[in-house]
């Protein structure tokens, strides 16, 4: 269970143990069923938003504008729709985060004991790319399991169930090379030069092998792609002599992933070919705030989903999302936000912790953009107040004390489509992060959380 923070040097091997928690987390079973339960709903859904050219680009179109990363990403995509998609298949290993949120005031603060109909599981975000922590996590189970019983807990084994996301994964890369059909082409993770997670990605390389050896996974960077990769005149990828059967990404979800234009070309070089991407670049768009916000306008989700069972099953999760794009009504979500600013959270089109706003910064920033075109780069989002409860978060080199945290639950989904239909849509288990009570931000390499279990109450 370690990772690498980030020092800033490339190579460099100092590895620290990830920070975890002491104990499992209590998630109620309702709530924890009710995650897994719409996760192939969701699946399907981002899917179809990903084949839908015309609700990608109205979604997009006033972020697009304003926000130079998406819009090189949307160049990209808009490059290789003209040219013709090349690969039909798609491998999405997909990572949908809730917290659940208290429907009542405050109840602990007010010395009351959260009833189960107060709790509500709200999405946070749907990650489309990079979704990381599928093989610590795994780690983590096995270890509040043993803290447990020093502390002479004892539980159900339902109480604290297996829990292997890799795995699941694993099989849909495996899944994805079957079908791309060429015994020696091999399975690229494209990776950070400065790498702080790979750890946890080497977890998913050693499962493809266990599942089958024969099966190499090469790690190659950006700018080995842009120097060394090459397309073929039937567009399969080269690179060092080697043909890539898929791309996977653990890298390029942000502006910082692509500081020159060579980046740039080599994403694109990736797209254009016909390795099967992980994500597509398609994919990547749907993921955005901003289209998680469009997705929860009346009659959107209903666009791509007909069973009026499923459509529920995805709506219930949603929380208060709301327009910034000039106009009437993103008038009316700046008005919302300056008035009361506690109440929301402030999010910008990236990816990795550390870059939503909120309290009065929110109010700041709004006073000062508001009226510009500058706030559509921007989606504000209903302030969810999580659950709290009491644990130890343990950090390397930090004293430690019981101390309020509150948790984010993550559920991955694995989804193989084929020119618009489905060939593989499973749920692989699930993770949890917390973070101290108070703490705004998420993320466990960004540094604000540690890895979590879920004690199934
Ligand atoms: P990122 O893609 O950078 O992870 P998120 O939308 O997940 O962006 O936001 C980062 C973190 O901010 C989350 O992990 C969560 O802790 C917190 N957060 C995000 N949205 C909300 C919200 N609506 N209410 C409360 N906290 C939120
Ligand atoms: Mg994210
Ligand atoms: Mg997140």
Redesign the pocket.
């Given at each position: 269970m370690v990772f690498k923070p980030n020092t800033g040097q490339d190579g460099d091997l100092q590895a620290t143990c990830v920070p975890f928690t002491l104990f499992p987390s209590v998630v109620p079973y309702s709530v924890l069923e009710q995650a897994y339960h719409c996760q192939t709903d969701f699946n399907t859904l981002m899917y179809l938003v990903a084949q839908d050219d015309l609700f990608l680009e109205q979604s997009l179109r006033s972020v697009i504008k304003v926000d130079a990363f998406v819009r090189g990403l949307w160049d990209i995509y808009k490059k290789v729709r003209e040219e013709g998609i090349t690969q039909p298949v798609s491998l999405d290993l997909f990572r949908n985060?809730f917290?659940i949120n208290m429907a009542t005031e405050r109840p602990i603060e007010k010395g009351l004991i959260p009833s189960l109909s107060s709790l509500q599981l709200?999405q946070?975000?749907f990650?489309t790319i990079s979704a990381s922590f599928a093989g610590l996590i795994g780690a983590t189970s096995r270890l509040h399991k043993y803290t447990l019983n020093l502390a002479r807990k004892s539980y159900a084994s339902k109480q604290m169930p297996d829990n292997d996301p890799a795995y699941g994964m694993a099989v849909g890369l495996v899944k994805a090379w079957e079908i791309y059909a060429k015994p020696s082409a091999v399975i690229l993770f494209l990776v950070s030069s400065v790498e702080t997670n790979s750890i946890d990605q080497r977890h998913l390389e050693f499962k493809v092998h266990d599942l089958n050896p024969s099966i190499r996974v090469i790690r190659r960077t950006f700018l080995d792609i842009y120097s060394r990769a090459e397309l073929t005149k039937d567009m399969t990828l080269v690179i060092d002599n080697t043909e890539v059967a898929i791309v996977y990404f653990r890298t390029g979800y942000s502006d910082e992933s692509y500081p020159s234009d060579k980046e740039w070309k080599a994403r694109l070089l990736m797209e254009r070919s016909r390795a099967i991407k992980c994500p597509t670049v398609q994919s990547q768009l749907s993921g955005f705030?901003k289209v998680q916000q469009e997705l929860a306008r009346p009659g959107a989700v209903e666009r791509f989903i007909s069973d009026p069972a499923a459509v529920n099953r995805i709506r219930s999760t949603f929380?208060g999302l709301y327009t910034l794009d000039m106009g009437p009504e993103g008038d009316e979500s700046v008005r919302l936000a300056i008035t009361s600013p506690s109440q929301y959270?402030l999010?910008p089109q990236?990816?990795?912790?550390?870059?939503?706003i909120y309290g009065n910064e929110i109010k700041i920033l709004l006073e000062k953009i508001g009226s510009s075109s500058e706030r559509e780069a921007y989606i504000l989002?209903?302030?969810?107040?999580?659950l709290t409860e009491k644990n130890y978060l343990i950090k390397s080199g930090v004293p430690f004390t019981l101390s309020d945290v509150v948790s984010?639950l993550g559920i991955y989904g694995v989804y193989i489509g084929d020119g618009g239909k489905e060939v593989i849509n499973t749920h692989c288990g699930h993770m949890l992060?917390t973070?101290l009570q108070g703490i705004?931000?998420?993320?466990i390499v960004?540094g604000?959380?540690a890895l979590d279990t879920p004690f199934v109450a």
């Open positions: 985060d917290m709200k946070i975000e990650n705030k929380a959270v999010k990236r990816e990795g912790g550390g870059h939503n989002m209903e302030r969810i107040f999580p984010e992060r973070k705004n931000e998420g993320g960004a604000f959380a």
